[in-house]
T-cell receptor, first 109, second 114 residues
Framework: GIQVEQSPPDLILQEGANSTLRCNFS?????LQWFHQNPWGQLINLFY???GTKQNGRLSATTVATERYSLLYISSSQTTDSGVYFC???????????FGGGTRVLVKP | DSGVTQTPKHLITATGQRVTLRCSPR?????VYWYQQSLDQGLQFLIH???????AKGNILERFSAQQFPDLHSELNLSSLELGDSALYFC?????????????FGPGTRLTVL
């Protein structure tokens, strides 16, 4: 099956800093989603982005499907951005999302 | 709020027992997916139902079963529970069940097996 790797595994930021999270995948995909898992465990949809660039407030994402990677940008980070960020991809064959291992982000005040 | 509801939020039970987790998809969504999040395995796909029919199976144990009812809600049944079944179980829904659909996740059910 498809392999999904996220980096870095952990990130500590000072409030107000910018950061970039990376997701590499091993095969072509028909679906790519970014999620934020908050400290209460809830998975919150951030972006559906199998290709191209999207922005939502302080967050933006870019997927370069031909090179098999996606980037999530967090600008002017806030303490509420803390949590785990997951990238999940859907394979051309199969009907499921395969998740990466996540990037754990801690934003310090 | 994703619009996907799951009950109960927390469940504590003993080894050998059986539990049922319930999921209601977003209004209008025909597909339901179940995922398990454990410390050692991460987030893993279990099973997918579309309009009452099983569509795909992942790493789902034989002790686990699921179904989707005519009103589109779904239940995940876990039996002969073991300590290793302790995990966060998520339900997700999507409109059709195509891999290109966005999947929206519920708040999860945290299962603790003692």
């Amino acid at each position: 099956g498809i392999q999904v790797e996220q980096s870095p595994p952990d990130l500590i930021l000072q409030e107000g800093a910018n950061s970039t999270l990376r997701c590499n995948f091993s095969d072509s995909v028909n679906n790519l989603q970014w999620f934020h898992q908050n400290p209460w465990g809830q998975l919150i949809n951030l972006f559906y982005i199998p290709s191209g660039t999207k922005q939502n407030g302080r967050l933006s994402a870019t997927t370069v499907a031909t090179e098999r990677y996606s980037l999530l940008y967090i600008s002017s980070s806030q303490t509420t951005d803390s949590g785990v960020y997951f990238c999940a991809v859907g394979e051309a064959a199969g009907n499921k999302l395969t998740f990466g291992g996540g990037t754990r982000v801690l934003v310090k005040p | 709020d994703s619009g996907v509801t799951q009950t109960p939020k927390h469940l504590i039970t003993a080894t050998g027992q059986r539990v049922t987790l319930r999921c209601s998809p977003r209004s209008g969504d025909l597909s339901v997916y179940w995922y398990q999040q454990s410390l050692d395995q991460g987030l893993q796909f279990l099973i997918h139902y579309y309009n009452g029919e099983e569509r795909a199976k992942g790493n789902i144990l034989e002790r686990f079963s699921a179904q989707q009812f005519p009103d589109l809600h779904s239940e995940l049944n876990l039996s002969s529970l073991e300590l290793g079944d302790s995990a966060l179980y998520f339900c997700a829904s999507s409109i059709e069940g195509h891999i290109t659909d966005t999947q929206y996740f519920g708040p999860g059910t945290r299962l603790t097996v003692l």
